[in-house]
Antibody
């Protein structure tokens, strides 16, 4: 059973960089069948896609966040990471990592439990 | 602002059938698979329907999905109290080159 676990600081100061890591267990991140993605949810609001990465480094990002987002993968540690630069209070959200599966038509089939990141001084 | 539009709420009594719509365009629903996610209060989203109408293992057959043109719908038959949750449609958008989620629908069991 694949499991994903987000980790990172729960509090980030405005203008600084948010950094999160997603550790994948129960399966290899180095499979051509999957992309690995980030989704966030501001308090009381809907889901927002941030971006995704393939183990070969191919990445896609939301147009609205593209200029501030970097997603990277570390196959040796079976994990992938998110950097979001120049954060503001609007970036306060629960951040989820998830696996996108080619075999089910590109749906996110496994999700982490989510981690709340608050942007505040 | 999401490119996939859902009604903000839907409700029904136990045993009833509830349908949730998802309206998009030719660049998303019209040309790609639509997926549905269920989010129980305080929990991570869970894949409910993939590739328009297919159910992952463990999802009961009273849950069904369909797609027609640039719209899709999710149906919950035999509504149960555990169906109270938020539901989101999602698809890849070829114009935005991005994965887009719907605005979300809160289902209440009366």
């Amino acid at each position: 059973q694949v499991q994903l676990q987000e980790s990172g600081p729960g509090l980030v100061k405005p203008s600084e960089t948010l950094s999160l890591t997603c550790i994948v267990s129960g399966g290899s991140i180095s499979s051509s069948n999957y992309y690995w993605g980030w989704v966030r949810q501001p308090p009381g609001k809907g889901l927002q896609w941030i971006g995704s990465i393939h183990y070969n480094g191919d990445t896609y990002s939301s147009p609205s966040l593209k200029s501030r987002v970097t997603i990277s993968v570390d196959t040796s540690k079976n994990q992938f990471s998110l950097l979001l630069r120049s954060v503001t209070a609007a970036d306060t959200a629960v951040y989820y990592c998830a696996r996108l599966n080619f075999w089910n038509g590109n749906a996110y089939d496994y999700w982490g439990q989510g981690t709340l990141v608050i942007v505040s001084s | 602002q999401s490119v996939l539009t859902q009604p903000p709420s839907a409700s029904g009594t136990p045993g009833q059938r509830v349908t949730i719509s998802c309206s998009g365009s030719g660049s998303n629903i019209g040309s790609n698979n639509i997926h549905w996610y269920q989010q129980l209060p305080g929990a991570a989203p869970k894949l409910l329907i993939y590739s328009n109408s297919l159910r992952p293992s463990g999802v009961p057959d009273r849950v069904s999905g369909s797609k027609s043109g640039t719209s899709a719908s999710l149906a919950l038959s035999g509504l149960q109290s555990e169906d109270e949750a938020d539901y989101y449609c999602a698809a890849w958008d070829d114009s935005l080159n991005a994965y887009v989620f719907g605005t979300g629908t809160k289902v209440t069991v009366l």
